[in-house]
Every structure is written in structure tokens, then in C-alpha cells.
T-cell receptor, first 114, second 113 residues
Framework: DAKTTQPPSMDCAEGRAANLPCNHSTISGNEYVYWYRQIHSQGPQYIIHGLKNNETNEMASLIITEDRKSSTLILPHATLRDTAVYYCIVRVGGYGGSQGNLIFGKGTKLSVKP | DTAVSQTPKYLVTQMGNDKSIKCEQNLGHDTMYWYKQDSKKFLKIMFSYNNKELIINETVPNRFSPKSPDKAHLNLHINSLELGDSAVYFC????????????FGPGTRLTVT
């Protein structure tokens, strides 16, 4: 089962920042927070991941609280093409067995509106 | 160039048939995966495979079997297809372990009639 909780849906106006929250209150010290998204009918797409520090790349920023029990994915200037289901996933950063597997929850359906 | 490709994109077949879905990655990754997305849109891991180890999700029926002719390919073979096998199947690849992002293929929509 997924170890994260996300709101089922959110709306965002085009051009505004989209802030997607995720709760992972049972996260362990060696678990990373990963974000993927799935645009309608396409394969999931990696966005960003982090352990403790905030992270930023060309797609998004990831803000992780100091206690690591929650995080927020920020799309700074949402466009219509960002409409998708966004998945927050907690994953062990190791090399053995099934540690590479992604356990998807229900995600947040983000609708960017003009 | 497409990083992870799957064929066919659509597959319609009858119950009881045997079918295969092919997956190829040109990223040089050492680990490949198969995921199933059902009609309710839940994505579930089925298999992960590298040259040392096959990890099978215990919920996957043994009618499903991954076959890897080489490091760049992981095909999914399904025997005796059932109506409940209808879903979208996604292949993915990455470097081994939980540190690395996975790259997904475009999916194969399987419909069993």
C-alpha cells in the first residue's frame, strides 16, 4: 500500500503556481520522496525527488518539512499541459530486492484552467 | 530517440489466447519493470528484473511471465488470457535500486474479449 496521502483533486489557474501537498507521516530516515505525474493515457513521468533538503529542477520545486512528514510540489507557472495526475511516492534509497519498485497511490488530479 | 518503447500500442484478443508485449530501452539501464494500470487507474508493480534477480509481486498470477533476451529488452508473456487482464501495461527502466528515477514507456492497452 502507498505510504502517502494526497488530496484527490485540485484546480489551478494557468500561469499561477500550483502547490500540491503530500503527507507521509510514517516516512523512515532512509526513504526518499519522489514525485511523478501521468498525463492522460501516457506513461508516468519523473518530476523530482528529495531526501531532506528542498530541491529544484527545470520542472518543479520540492519543499520537504523539517520533520519530513510532509512535502509540497510546486509548479511555479502552471500551463494547460501540466494537467495530469500527480503521484507522491515514498521509496527506500537502497540497492536490494524490491527497493527500486514504485508503489503508486491514487495521486492528485491537477486541472489547470485558462 | 524514444527512451523506452513498447509494442504493440493496442492489443485486442480473445479469452484463452496467449500474447506477448515487447519492451525495449535504449538508456543502458540495468533494471526493467512491468506495471499494470487497471480500469480504476491504479498503477501496480508486477515485476522488476535485472541481470541478477527477478522480483515478482506476489499478487501476479503465474500466467504472466517476463522474458529478457538481453539487458535492453523485457517482454511480457501472458498465457490463457482472462477478461480481468484487460488493462494498460507499462514498461519502465532505471538503474538498479531506489535512488534512481524510472523512465516509462507509452503503455500497451490490452483488451480481452
Amino acid at each position: 500500500d502507498a505510504k502517502t496521502t494526497q488530496p484527490p483533486s485540485m484546480d489551478c489557474a494557468e500561469g499561477r503556481a500550483a502547490n500540491l501537498p503530500c503527507n507521509h507521516s510514517t516516512i523512515s530516515g532512509n526513504e526518499y520522496v519522489y514525485w511523478y505525474r501521468q498525463i492522460h493515457s501516457q506513461g508516468p513521468q519523473y518530476i523530482i525527488h528529495g531526501l531532506k533538503n528542498n530541491e529544484t529542477n527545470e520542472m518543479a520545486s520540492l519543499i520537504i518539512t523539517e520533520d519530513r512528514k510532509s512535502s509540497t510540489l510546486i509548479l511555479p507557472h502552471a500551463t494547460l499541459r501540466d494537467t495530469a495526475v500527480y503521484y507522491c511516492i515514498v521509496r527506500v534509497g537502497g540497492y536490494g530486492g524490491s527497493q527500486g519498485n514504485l508503489i503508486f497511490g491514487k495521486g492528485t488530479k491537477l486541472s489547470v484552467k485558462p | 530517440d524514444t527512451a523506452v518503447s513498447q509494442t504493440p500500442k493496442y492489443l485486442v484478443t480473445q479469452m484463452g489466447n496467449d500474447k506477448s508485449i515487447k519492451c525495449e530501452q535504449n538508456l543502458g539501464h540495468d533494471t526493467m519493470y512491468w506495471y499494470k494500470q487497471d480500469s480504476k487507474k491504479f498503477l501496480k508493480i508486477m515485476f522488476s528484473y535485472n541481470n541478477k534477480e527477478l522480483i515478482i509481486n506476489e499478487t501476479v498470477p503465474n500466467r504472466f511471465s517476463p522474458k529478457s533476451p538481453d539487458k535492453a529488452h523485457l517482454n511480457l508473456h501472458i498465457n490463457s488470457l482472462e477478461l480481468g487482464d484487460s488493462a494498460v501495461y507499462f514498461c519502465a527502466s532505471s538503474w538498479q535500486g531506489g535512488y534512481y528515477e524510472q523512465y516509462f514507456g507509452p503503455g500497451t492497452r490490452l483488451t480481452v474479449t
